[in-house]
Each structure stands twice: as structure tokens, then as C-alpha cells.
């Protein structure tokens, strides 16, 4: 039994603004899972047959699928919430695909193609391998390629790479065809959905007790289009109303030093 599995769903290549740039970033999120501190771990990339990745270092594999591309992919190809329901989908039966395929791992941790992981997240589910799992409540932002980092709360209510959960939680099925399609959506295809299921049914998520993941903001490939660190955290509207908290978050970036590149970059 593998201690934690890292999922990783990548779009299909046709829904990619440019690929090179996309396995680029890719590589960046791969250096990063691969930094971890304890050793039991192992990560499945999920991608469309024909697509291109990176060399891949030892630990990660790949499942290949056949899922046709997203026609609803971008927030402007049609409403809101019929974006974000076919983005669901697409992305949950993707995490599907890579979570059979590592059955016998005791945790699993869902990793968007771009974002960044802290190299004690595996240590952690060591030192409690009978947790229901964590929410990543504290994270980091970063501008794509930038030198500056902000550390903010919720960070589970912005990124999708803020859950690390036991496997037998999710009750996989026997089969990719025995899933149900709102099941796919509401468990895998969504980070919101997935915390307060587990708590209606008595296994409630702890916070993690550290900045556990970084997301990468101002990233013209990323489905979200998340503004950069400026932004959200001075120019937001609602910051602007409330002064304060715009000052608050002045006081929360930080230059990206050597500490914080040996936790996140690898």
C-alpha cells in the first residue's frame, strides 16, 4: 500500500491555449511533488492519448484516456454555471481514471497541472495515517513567474490543490463505468463540494496545520483566469471599501527566498 497518492488531471490538449507552456508549468508542479520529505508516496498524471508530457522522474506514472475534448472548457463559451458543471465533469472522471488505478493508496491529494505543494505534506499523513484527511486552509499565492509570494486564509475557498483525504472516504466503485455522474462531479470534479459531504456524513476534514500549497495566480493557461497578487489583494473592490484590509495584506508579501524555494519549487 502506497501512504499518498498525488492526482493530477491535465485537459485534453485541444483545450490547452499553448501546450509547451502548459507541460511547462507542468514540470514546475512535478519538481515540486517530487521534493517530498518521506519517501512513500507516488503520483498519476492523467492525460488524453497523443498528448506530449515532460521526462518524468521516478514515482510518477501516467494514465491515458480517451475523453473527448471540453467544448465548455472557458468561462466564455457559455453560462457560468454550465461552464463550471462541464468542468466538473471533465475533470472528475479524470481523478477517477488516475484514483483506480492506485487503489491501494492510503491517502489521496488531487493537484492542479500549475499549482505547487509544500514537501511536508507526506510527513504529516505519515504521522497520522488514521485522519480523515486536511483541508489546506492556509496556502500561498504567486504570480506566474514572479519573485513576490502573499500568504492568505480560505485558501480552500480559491484553489483546487487544498484536500488531502483517505481513500476509503470517497468509496470508489468497482468500475469507471458503475460511477454516477453527479457523484463524479460533486466528489472529484469539485473542491468545494467534497468538505461539507464528508462532514454531513461524520468524517469531517481537519486544517492543515501548515501553508501546504501554492497557487499560482496571473496564469494566462488556467481555466479560473485569477487575477494577479496586486489585485486581489490591494485593487480588489471590496478591499478598496475596506481600507484595512488592504493594508493587512500589504503586510503579508513576502520576497520568494531559499527557504521557501526548498519547500515548494524543488
Same mark, same amino acid.
Given at each position: 500500500?502506497? %501512504?499518498?497518492?498525488?492526482?493530477?488531471?491535465? *485537459?485534453?490538449? #485541444?483545450?490547452?491555449? #499553448?501546450?509547451?507552456?502548459?507541460?511547462?508549468?507542468?514540470?514546475?508542479?512535478?519538481?515540486?511533488? @517530487?521534493?517530498?520529505?518521506? =519517501?512513500?508516496?507516488? +503520483?498519476?498524471?492523467?492525460?488524453?492519448?497523443?498528448?506530449?508530457?515532460?521526462?518524468?522522474?521516478?514515482?510518477? @506514472?501516467?494514465?491515458r484516456v480517451t475523453f473527448p475534448r471540453n467544448d465548455l472548457h472557458d468561462l466564455e463559451k457559455g453560462p457560468r454555471e454550465a461552464v463550471l458543471d462541464a468542468f466538473r465533469l471533465d475533470k472528475g472522471r479524470r481523478v477517477l481514471? &488516475?484514483?483506480? =488505478?492506485?487503489? =491501494?493508496? *492510503?491517502?489521496?491529494?488531487i493537484v492542479d497541472d500549475d499549482d505547487l505543494v509544500s514537501a511536508q505534506i507526506v510527513s504529516h499523513a505519515a504521522r497520522h495515517p488514521d485522519a480523515?484527511?486536511?483541508?489546506?486552509t492556509q496556502g500561498y499565492l504567486w504570480d506566474d513567474g514572479g519573485s513576490f509570494f502573499l500568504e492568505v486564509d480560505r485558501f480552500n475557498h480559491r484553489c483546487g490543490t487544498s484536500l488531502i483525504i483517505r481513500s476509503d472516504l470517497y468509496d470508489l466503485p468497482p468500475r469507471f463505468e458503475d460511477a454516477e455522474i453527479e457523484w463524479i462531479? =460533486?466528489?472529484?470534479?469539485?473542491?468545494?463540494?467534497?468538505?461539507?459531504?464528508?462532514?454531513?456524513? &461524520?468524517?469531517?476534514?481537519?486544517s492543515l496545520p501548515f501553508c501546504g500549497a501554492v497557487y499560482r495566480v496571473a496564469n494566462?493557461?488556467?481555466?479560473?483566469?485569477?487575477?494577479?497578487? /496586486?489585485?486581489? +489583494?490591494? %485593487?480588489n473592490p471590496n478591499n478598496l471599501k475596506r481600507?484595512?484590509?488592504? /493594508?493587512?495584506?500589504?503586510? *503579508?508579501?513576502?520576497?520568494?527566498? #531559499?527557504?521557501?524555494?526548498?519547500?515548494?519549487?524543488?
Open positions: 500500500m502506497t %501512504l499518498l497518492t498525488f492526482i493530477i488531471p491535465v *485537459r485534453h490538449q #485541444d483545450n490547452a491555449r #499553448d501546450w509547451g507552456k502548459l507541460t511547462a508549468r507542468l514540470s514546475e508542479t512535478v519538481r515540486s511533488i @517530487s521534493n517530498q520529505r518521506h =519517501d512513500d508516496w507516488r +503520483a498519476i498524471i492523467v492525460v488524453n492519448e497523443g498528448a506530449v508530457l515532460p521526462e518524468l522522474p521516478p514515482k510518477f @506514472s501516467v494514465t481514471k &488516475g484514483m483506480l =488505478d492506485a487503489r =491501494d493508496s *492510503r491517502f489521496f491529494m480523515n484527511g486536511w483541508i489546506i462531479k =460533486d466528489m472529484l470534479g469539485s473542491h468545494h463540494r467534497i468538505d461539507p459531504a464528508l462532514a454531513r456524513q &461524520g468524517t469531517p476534514l481537519a494566462a493557461g488556467s481555466h479560473s483566469q485569477t487575477r494577479g497578487l /496586486i489585485k486581489q +489583494a490591494l %485593487l481600507p484595512h484590509r488592504a /493594508i493587512r495584506n500589504l503586510f *503579508r508579501f513576502r520576497l520568494i527566498g #531559499d527557504r521557501f524555494r526548498r519547500e515548494f519549487f524543488g
